[in-house]
C-alpha cells in the first residue's frame, strides 16, 4: 500500500485508520504510564525514587517537555505527512522505552522521560487532525472517541508493569514494551496513508516530506484571534488538572486508601479507570454525533454532561476509605471524563478550519499538559506531606468552574469548517 494521499477514501479505511491509530495510542499512553506503577521495584535499586517529591519530577519532566513539543508537534503536522511523522515518533519513543530497561541511574531516567517527551508529543496532534479528516460530523466524534480508547487500554496495560516488574523485573517491563513498539512502528509504515486536509486533489502531499504551504504566522495569528478559541484552551485546560491526576496518582492513592500493595493497587486503579473511559467515549461519541445533527450545541452538551459526572466523584476518590466508594468514584469519573475526552477535536472542528486543526489541537495539548505537570508536582508534594486525598477532593471545585465557562461561552453556528482559513 503506497503512502500517497487519497481524496476520496472508500467506507472502510477511514475505520482501518482508527484502527491502526488505536494500537498506536495504546502504545503511546502504557509506555508512558507504566513508570507510575513501578516505582515500588525500581527505587530498590535507584534510591533517588523513594522521594516521593523525585519521582514526581521524574513524571512532571515528560509533562513539561511534552507541552513545550505539542504546539511545534502540531505545526509541523499541519505542514507534513503525518504518516512519517506518527510512524517516526512511535519509533523513537519505542526506542526510549527499551533504553530506559538498561538505566541504572536517577538522572539516565531523567533525561529519557525528557526525550519520550518529545517523540510522543508528536503523535496526539497529527493522529487526531488524520482521523478527524478520514471522518464526516455524522462519524467524528465516534471515531475519536474509539481512538482514546487505546489511550484508556494503554493506561490499563500500564497498570501491569508493576506486575511485570515484581514477577521477573522492571528492566524486563521497559525491554519488552519497547519491542512491541519498534515493530509496530515498521508494520505500520505499510498500511497507513495520509488523506485530504480540505484542500484541492491536486495540492495534496504526494511526497513523504513535502510542506504544506501554509504560513505560519497567519496559521498561528488566525487562532490566537479566534475568541472561542481561547474559551476551548481554557475548558480544556482545567479538567486537564484531574485528568492527569489520575493518571500519575491514582494507583499511589488506591494503595494509600484501601491499605493494599501496589502490584495490586496498580492494575485495580488504572483498570477501572480505563473500563469506565472506555464505555465513557463509545457513549459520548454516539450521544453527540446524533445530537449535534439536530443542534450545533450537541457536542458542547453532550461534553458538559461528562464534565458534571466528575465533580463528586473526585469528592469520593479522594474521601472514600472502602472499596466500594473509591472504586466507585473512579468508575463514574472514568465514564464522564471519557464523555469530555470523545468530544475535545471535534468540538474544535466546529471553530476551527482543517488546515490549522492540528496546529490548534498542539496549542491546546500544551496548555492541557503544562497543567497535568503542576497537579503532577504538587501532588507529589501533597504525598509526602499526607494530604493527597484532601487535595484530589479539592479538584472538584475548578471543574465546575470549566464547566460553567464551557456552557455559556461556546456556541457553534457550523458542525464543521471543512476548509478555508477563517
Avoid at 7 to 32: E, K, T
Avoid at 254 to 275: E, K
Avoid at 286 to 312: C, E, F, K
Avoid at 360 to 388: C, E, H, P, R
Wanted: glycine share 10%.
Amino acid at each position: 500500500m503506497n503512502d500517497k494521499a487519497v481524496s476520496q477514501p472508500g467506507r472502510l479505511y477511514p475505520w482501518v485508520v482508527v484502527g491502526l491509530l488505536w494500537v498506536v495510542a495504546m502504545l503511546n499512553y502504557m509506555d508512558r504510564q507504566m513508570l507510575a506503577t513501578m516505582r515500588p521495584s525500581m527505587q530498590l535499586d535507584i534510591s533517588e525514587l523513594q522521594s516521593a517529591t523525585n519521582f514526581g519530577r521524574l513524571m512532571a519532566i515528560f509533562l513539561w517537555i511534552y507541552g513545550c513539543m505539542s504546539p511545534v508537534s502540531g505545526i509541523v503536522a499541519d505542514r507534513f505527512n503525518r504518516k512519517w511523522l506518527i510512524v517516526g515518533s512511535l519509533f523513537v519513543w519505542s526506542g526510549v522505552t527499551f533504553s530506559m530497561g538498561y538505566a541504572t541511574t536517577f538522572d539516565q531516567l531523567y533525561w529519557l522521560r525528557a526525550i519520550m517527551g518529545v517523540s510522543e508529543a508528536l503523535y496526539i496532534p497529527a493522529g487526531l487532525a488524520l482521523i478527524a479528516d478520514f471522518h464526516t460530523t455524522k462519524t467524528r466524534s465516534l471515531a475519536i472517541g474509539i481512538h482514546m480508547t487505546g489511550l484508556y487500554m494503554g493506561q490499563a496495560l500500564g497498570g501491569f508493569g508493576a506486575t511485570v516488574a515484581e514477577s521477573y523485573s522492571w528492566p524486563t517491563a521497559f525491554q519488552g514494551f519497547g519491542i512491541a513498539g519498534l515493530l509496530y512502528a515498521v508494520m505500520l509504515s505499510f498500511f497507513l496513508r495520509e488523506t485530504n486536509r480540505g484542500a484541492s486533489a491536486q495540492s495534496l502531499i504526494t511526497d513523504k516530506f513535502k510542506p504544506q504551504s501554509i504560513p505560519l504566522t497567519k496559521g498561528l495569528s488566525l487562532l490566537l484571534a479566534n475568541t472561542s478559541f481561547w474559551i476551548i484552551l481554557f475548558y480544556y485546560a482545567i479538567p486537564s488538572l484531574p485528568g492527569w491526576a489520575t493518571k500519575n496518582w491514582l494507583p499511589t492513592l488506591f494503595a494509600t486508601n484501601l491499605n493494599i500493595d501496589m502490584g495490586t493497587a496498580g492494575p485495580l486503579s488504572t483498570i477501572t479507570i480505563a473500563m469506565s473511559s472506555f464505555l465513557g467515549v463509545i457513549f459520548g461519541g454516539i450521544l453527540s454525533d446524533r445530537w449535534v445533527q439536530t443542534n450545533h450545541r450537541g457536542r458542547i452538551y453532550t461534553s458538559a454532561i461528562g464534565l458534571s459526572l466528575t465533580i463528586p466523584s473526585l469528592l469520593l476518590i479522594g474521601f472514600g476509605d472502602s472499596l466500594f466508594h473509591v472504586v466507585g468514584a473512579a468508575l463514574c469519573f472514568g465514564f464522564g471524563y471519557g464523555m469530555f475526552d470523545a468530544n475535545n477535536m471535534p468540538i474544535l472542528c466546529q471553530f476551527v478550519p482543517a488546515r490549522h486543526r492540528a496546529t490548534a489541537y498542539g496549542i491546546m495539548n500544551m496548555t492541557g499538559v503544562f497543567a497535568g505537570a503542576l497537579v503532577t508536582n504538587w501532588l507529589g508534594k501533597s504525598m509526602d506531606s499526607g494530604q493527597l486525598g484532601s487535595d484530589f477532593a479539592m479538584l472538584s471545585g475548578i471543574v465546575l468552574v470549566a464547566l460553567l465557562v464551557q456552557l455559556y461561552f461556546l456556541r457553534p453556528t457550523v458542525n464543521d469548517i471543512v476548509a478555508g482559513e477563517s
